[in-house]
């Protein structure tokens, strides 16, 4: 890959993206969902609705909102099972045993994308390395959708939904920054190209572009750095691993750090078998910067590509909500404190639950 400035789209957003249009060409489902859509705002209304649904679900109902990611499922996953009759809603504006079932199908069919809006907005875990992965199984769950006979009154839904995926992510297929991404999560390798239209040319574009990457690796040993004690306290700790990797440099006043070949530590990274773990924490381990010495460098160059700035809004919308004109002379401490209370206002809640023994 050659040395370039890289702009990485934010892969949420654009999912979201794909979720809107299928339900508005959809005639049958979107006249389902505004149905239902105007039942949750009457509960959410209701005294007797709201005190219902707290008491059967432990949470509010949610109404769409046309800024919250995936608005639909999350609103009819939490209100489909509800009993009508005891939340107190008036006969006449209940869905028909027709827009129930649409309904209910239409949740289990967005439940893999709200998964991948969760996946995609973990913390600690790079996203950039999960992208084709999930988009490659959301084409692979609506394509197993369109060749059985589930969810057979929602096919043209599910028509509209590959088509979206096809449209705004086709070109990451051939992004040599995905592809690589994908290899370099040891969990998945080149499990990822199942997916593909053509699995076999992407598993062979992908080994050579990382191939081609390693190669350009130059491993050197830097020299010894004196650094005070302020330093290194203020140094920040994000990618701390980096500072035990061989770096890559052209200076001549290095030694080489002596390695085995190209073709072998790709080889040895393909034999190795890891599950289910963070690819930070798999390259953090000396002993694996030790044997993947070329791919640790790649990993510092590839994974700290930020893929969503999901993380990065949420707090900005909590920031702002926080920081309201009553609130604009806080200080910083109380600021920091106000936003740590509201992030952590669901682990707080339990904790204030939770029954100590008087000391």
Not at 58 to 81: E, P
Not at 102 to 130: H, W, Y
């Amino acid at each position: 890959m050659p040395d370039r400035k890289i702009l990485v789209r934010c892969v949420a957003h654009t999912l979201q993206l794909c979720l809107k249009t299928p339900v508005e060409n959809c005639k049958m489902l979107n006249n389902s969902v505004e149905r239902f859509a105007s039942v949750v705002a009457k509960l959410k209304k209701s005294t007797q609705g709201t005190e219902y649904v707290e008491k059967e679900l432990g949470m509010a109902l949610k109404a769409r909102c046309a800024t919250r990611w995936n608005s639909n499922f999350i609103m009819a996953d939490r209100a489909i099972k509800l009993d009508w009759t005891a939340a107190g809603l008036d006969p006449k504006h209940r869905l028909s045993r027709e827009h129930q079932n649409i309904l209910e199908d239409f949740v289990e069919m967005k439940r893999p994308f709200q998964e991948s809006f969760e996946t995609l907005q973990q913390n600690g875990v790079p996203a950039i390395c999960q992208v084709l992965p999930l988009i490659y199984n959301l084409r692979i769950f609506l394509q197993g959708i369109l060749d059985g006979d589930q969810f057979l009154t929602l096919h043209g839904y599910a028509e509209e939904l590959l088509k979206q995926l096809n449209v705004r992510f086709s070109s990451l297929e051939n992004d040599d920054f995905f592809l690589a991404a994908a290899f370099l999560d040891p969990a998945i390798k080149f499990s990822f190209t199942h997916g593909a239209e053509n699995p076999e040319a992407v598993k062979s574009r992908t080994q050579a572009i990382v191939l081609e990457m390693m190669r350009r690796v130059e491993l050197t040993r830097p020299p010894p750095e004196s650094r005070s004690e302020e330093s290194k306290v203020k140094r920040s700790k994000l990618f701390s691993f980096i500072d035990k990797e061989p770096r890559s440099s052209v200076s001549s006043q290095r030694d080489t750090i002596s390695a085995v070949s190209v073709e072998t530590e790709f080889q040895l990274y393909l034999d190795s078998r890891w599950d289910e773990i963070n690819p930070l924490e798999f390259y953090a381990k000396e002993d694996n910067q030790d044997m993947f010495k070329r791919l640790t460098v790649i990993a510092k160059q590839v994974l700290c590509a930020t893929a969503t700035t999901a993380g990065i809004e949420r707090i900005l919308s909590i920031s702002g909500q926080i920081l309201r004109d009553r609130r604009l002379s806080t200080s910083a401490l109380n600021f920091e404190m106000l936003l740590f209370c509201n992030v952590n206002s669901d682990l707080l809640y339990r904790t204030s639950r939770s029954t100590y023994p008087i000391p």
